[in-house]
């Protein structure tokens, strides 16, 4: 019996700073993040990431989107994205398809996960281009799933969607 306490006595003390000892770790990690540093990085990203798309700079865009050859992407319209390839393919058409492209971002909120290395961000846009001769003006949502990568964020998941009228 004397052997059993003894086992539980020190069982519950491993137990007790183990956990201490983790939720130090965290704190630390989480206090090397610089929140308001890590969300204006995102903001610049995201502020790219548009201006990319109204000057149909595909370098810009290129620097501003993962290139993987399974992430899935959801435009306003048509099928999955699926790959780098394929959102390269689609961002091309648009800009030959649309000029005049300009885009009103409103309502911007970014959210970053503890570890300062995983991010999403939700915003409006007011998309405005001219396709052919005819104008173009759409109430776009926008999520964004974005990871730190090399010290670099970078898109790794867009989707956006027309609110049904």
């Not at 983790?22 to 204006?40: A, L, P, Q």
């Not at 995983?118 to 052919?132: H, I, N, Q, R, S």
């Amino acid at each position: 019996m004397r052997k059993a306490s003894i086992t539980l006595i020190v069982l519950a003390t491993v137990v007790t700073v183990g956990c201490q000892q983790e939720v130090e770790i965290k704190t630390e990690e989480s206090m090397e993040v610089n929140v308001e540093t890590e969300k204006t990085e995102i903001k610049a990203l995201l502020e790219n990431y548009v201006r990319s798309v109204e000057d149909e700079d595909m370098d810009l865009y290129t620097q501003s989107v993962a290139h993987d050859t399974d992430m899935v992407n959801f435009g306003a319209f048509g099928d999955p994205i699926v790959g780098w390839g394929a959102l390269r393919k689609v961002m091309e058409d648009q800009n030959a398809a649309l000029s005049q492209t300009k885009i009103g971002t409103n309502d911007l909120a970014i959210h970053l996960c503890e570890s300062g290395k995983l991010a999403w961000a939700t915003c409006l846009w007011d998309f405005k281009a001219v396709m052919g001769e005819s104008p173009v003006q759409l109430p776009v949502r926008c999520t964004w799933v974005l990871e730190k990568r090399d010290e670099n964020w970078t898109v790794a998941h867009f989707h956006k969607s027309i609110a049904a009228k």
